[in-house]
């Protein structure tokens, strides 16, 4: 089967959904990001939508998973005025001017973007925990129609699962829709949502800082070895990372801009944060938790509770649907998390602080120069410039370390090489996006653009 027509076409449909919705909502967005933002709220709505296939006893095909998409992308038209003037957005003239070292950045991310697809097409599904979990799922779910299929039942299975179907129903129902359409193994998803996050951290960067010196961490931000290698490879981190990251920095826009419509897009991408992560729940509620002051000081303590009250409950819904609605009610099989929870131990509780910092952040095989320029930049703005700011940023990145080793802590199953280090994953976005917004680097930026206005054509 040729999966090009109908992957272009779910791809448009998803397009169009999220960028309707963010249309409905009244965000006032570049286009620029207007269109990787689209793509991740559209293919979050759509699984959701496909979900419900599955809650209403629907059969998931090609057909059902065409049909939830249109279903999704026409809802948000009912606010037919705000959305069209927001398509208006996409006949605009560009006013972006190329430049020599953008030529050289784009060649970089070109490259690595083709490795990405070509490898997330070309490569089976390697990693044991989507082999004997989520993967394994789809490919059933592909014969049988339904997720409630014999690789929960079959006795020959039982005890060699992975945990992975029970906890990540977003990256499973994306290898069940590109397998629908014709993709042997599913993955391209993978490069897909990659793309789409690096390309919101670009251009927060562009926003942030003169265009070169956005170039520059873009370039160190891509080419971090430990995502890198996992832009191409089946698992529930990237893509959690994704929606996680971008709802911290939508957030932390709509303050610094003042815009209103961007705290509710916080809120999808927060839900599509705990879609795709169960332990997500844990760490989006102390993110929220901690947001509640900046978000009052800029509007008011109601909006702020507002705010963080209905993103919970949205969180929790979202949450509910497959951890508590389709466990109980649907799959015939599940697990005990309860049986996983050995208690909070403070000496264990710093044992996973130390370990997590000495074995993995510190691991420059693993992150590059990533922490090196975080932890330069913050002292030397500290010292030199008497600041820390941004601080809501900086305070999403403190609670994400927290929530990571509260988990360390209180599961068993939680690993410090492997869940705390792929963990980390949300928190690489949140810092490079964080040094561009120090006072440090703005001045710089700001020297660097009086430089170039100033000299000679």
Not at 106 to 113: A, C, D, K, M, R
Not at 329 to 355: C, K, M, N
Request: proline share 4%; glycine share 6%.
């Amino acid at each position: 089967m040729n999966a090009t027509v109908p992957f272009l076409l779910m791809l448009g449909i998803q397009f169009v959904a999220g960028f309707a919705t963010l249309g409905a909502l009244r965000i006032d967005m570049q286009r620029s990001m207007a269109v990787p933002v689209s793509l991740l709220v559209g293919t979050f709505l759509h699984s959701l939508a496909f979900f419900g296939c599955e809650l209403l006893h629907i059969p998931l095909s090609t057909q059902s998973m065409l049909l939830s998409a249109v279903l999704v992308a026409v809802i948000p038209h009912i606010w037919w005025k705000n959305v069209t003037t927001f398509y208006g957005r996409l006949l605009s003239k560009p006013t972006w001017t190329l430049t020599l070292y953008d030529v050289v950045t784009l060649g970089v991310i070109g490259y690595v973007t083709f490795i990405a697809v070509w490898a997330s097409w070309y490569w089976p599904v390697t990693p044991f925990d989507a082999m004997a979990g989520i993967d394994l799922v789809a490919k059933q779910t592909v014969e049988e129609g339904t997720i409630v299929n014999r690789v929960f039942t079959d006795p020959s299975l039982v005890g060699h699962l992975s945990n992975q179907p029970f906890y990540a129903p977003f990256s499973m129902l994306l290898q069940v829709m590109y397998r629908l359409i014709g993709f042997a193994y599913g993955q391209v998803w993978v490069s897909i949502i990659a793309i789409s996050l690096g390309w919101i951290v670009w251009t927060a960067l562009r926003q942030l800082v003169h265009p070169f010196i956005a170039d520059l961490l873009f370039v160190l931000y891509v080419l971090t070895p430990e995502m890198l290698g996992y832009t191409y490879i089946v698992q529930t981190d990237l893509i959690n990372a994704a929606y996680y990251a971008s709802a911290a920095i939508f957030l932390f826009q709509a303050i610094e801009k003042k815009q209103q419509p961007y705290v509710w897009l916080s809120m999808i991408l927060l839900c599509g944060a705990c879609w795709s992560r169960s332990e997500s729940i844990l760490l989006v509620g102390i993110g929220l938790i901690g947001s509640i002051a900046f978000i009052a000081k800029n509007w008011s303590w109601r909006f702020a509770l507002t705010y963080i009250a209905t993103a919970g409950l949205g969180c929790l819904v979202v949450f509910g649907l497959w951890h508590v609605l389709f466990f109980n009610a649907y799959l015939p099989v599940h697990p005990s998390p309860a049986e996983q929870i050995i208690g909070f131990d403070t000496q264990r509780f710093v044992h996973v602080v130390l370990s997590s910092c000495t074995a993995v952040v510190l691991d420059t095989a693993l992150w590059a120069a990533t922490f090196i320029v975080f932890g330069v930049v913050v002292v030397v703005n500290l010292f030199v410039k008497r600041s820390v700011s941004p601080v809501l940023l900086l305070m999403w990145i403190g609670t994400t370390f927290l929530g990571l080793w509260i988990v360390g802590t209180v599961f068993s199953a939680a690993i410090v090489e492997q869940t705390i280090r792929r963990g980390i994953f949300k928190v690489i976005p949140l810092i490079f996006v964080y040094v561009a917004g120090t006072e440090l680097l703005q001045r710089a930026s700001h020297r660097l653009t009086q430089w170039e206005a100033g000299r000679p054509s």
